[in-house]
């Protein structure tokens, strides 16, 4: 009996070496879909560059996706240039008649249209004394704003909702570029600069200013013909700016009735005094 269970022992510690010298199981790797594991060393390079979310396209510095178009603030300026968001970003607008968020595409856009719900001087407030709730004027005031925006599409189709610090970019002509010999710049010496507009639903102002001090986006307009629109408008003002400062200025009756008198005599001095004698 004894012989027989130290066989058995012997047996089981011959089995349980020969699992223990074999070669380790490999685990299985679990399905990864669309995910790819790479060992260290291998796949892309290392220290490549990420895609600049901000970069401009191939084409003359300026985004394949860009639109052209212009910005007009309530101050009457307008702003011609492509226009275009962040890349791979479309605009978040929440649709106050269906209470739903919606994505439009910026080129699927003819016109973004400010619309605002109430503005006001809003009074300035501080705490009598630390630690009290009650408060008091302090008879300084600032202007404030609440947006919406209606955005029309390109078949017509209408939204209207609030965008909560939607950032839109516009890439200003540059020198070299046929729009500046049309004139389809501002003239304010910042050909090839973008500018960063952006499309809040709210708008405080500094202390102590007023609501016609605080300039907002009034709208947004794409399209190749606003485009071109917007840059004759600004050289027409240019031009009509230039004109201003170049009239002459009217001179008096006298002094016209002494040029008259030059320009008969040939601007010789005979029948008039010389300088320094009295005439006899």
């Known amino acids: 009996m004894r012989s027989m269970v130290a066989a058995g022992l012997v047996l089981a510690a ?80 929440f649709n106050l008649e269906k209470e739903i968020y919606e994505y439009v595409p910026m080129p699927a856009v003819r016109k973004i249209e400010t619309v605002i719900e109430w503005e006001r001087m809003e009074k300035e407030w501080r705490f009598k004394e630390a630690g009290s709730p009650e408060k008091v004027y302090t008879g300084r005031s600032y202007p404030a704003r609440k947006f919406a925006y209606r955005l029309t599409l390109l078949g017509g189709h209408t939204i209207t909702g609030h965008i909560l610090g939607q950032p839109l970019y516009l890439a200003r002509p540059s020198r070299a570029s046929p729009s500046r010999a049309s004139g389809s710049s501002d003239g304010s010496n910042d050909e090839g600069k973008t500018d960063r507009f952006v499309l809040h639903d709210r708008q405080k102002g500094p202390m102590d200013t007023t609501l016609e001090d605080l300039v907002y986006i009034k709208s947004v307009t794409l399209g190749r013909e606003a485009y071109e629109e917007a840059g004759q ?30 320009l008969s005599t040939g601007g010789s001095n005979e029948g008039r005094p010389e300088r320094g004698r009295r005439a006899e």
Not at 77 to 82: D, E, L, M, Q, S
């Open 233 to 262: 408008g600004n050289a027409e003002s240019r031009r009509a700016g230039r004109t201003r400062n170049a009239a002459p200025r009217p001179c008096s009756p006298s002094r016209a009735s002494r040029s008259t008198q030059r």
């Open 14 to 93: 011959a089995v349980g070496g020969l699992v223990w010298a074999g070669e380790p199981e490999t685990p299985a790797i679990p399905p990864t879909g669309d995910i790819t594991f790479v060992d260290e060393g291998q796949g892309g390079e290392v220290g490549e560059k990420p895609v600049n979310p901000f970069a401009a396209g191939e084409e003359g510095g300026v985004r394949k996706d860009a639109v052209p178009g212009y910005v007009e603030l309530s101050s009457g300026a307008k702003v011609p240039g492509r226009i275009f968001t962040t890349r791979a970003k479309r605009v978040k607008i």
